[in-house]
């Protein structure tokens, strides 16, 4: 193994799963379904407005380590406002996914190379309620992640 440094959040994740009493959830391979269609219009209950924010912003925080879950979580906070079941469901999925990965973090090594290396990925009015559209980017230097973003 390379020298090098491993950042992780996972004994913050696993308090997440925990208070969400989803430690011994099902693990997903992804953090959001390839299909995933939410809208504001749901015909889904309503769910805890409450319980729902804080799953949001305790992703949100978590995104701060894991880009893996950045856009998918940015998705998900759009419906913060008035959540249903099936806002709900796309969160703990997020969770799930969590679980799956809970050894996943960043890892920088001491490397000769420089090369920088950049990401980009657009949905051009991918919102089904009001068509905004969602970009994000990714950029490291050799092993190093340094830079990251999604926003819509």
Known sequence: MKDGTFVSQKKHAEQILRKFNMKDCKLVATPAEPSMNLSVDSSRDPVNPTLFKSIIGSLRYLTIMR????????????????PKQDHL????????????MMDEGLFYTNSQSSKLIGYLDSDYGGDL??????SEYLFHIGSAAFSWSSKM
Request: charged residues 40%; without cysteine.
């Open 129 to 134: 309620d009001d068509r905004k559209s969602t």
């Open 67 to 82: 880009p893996d879950i950045m856009y998918v979580e940015g998705i998900v906070s759009r419906y913060m406002e008035k």
């Open 89 to 100: 469901i796309a969160a703990k999925r997020i969770l799930r996914y969590i679980k799956g």
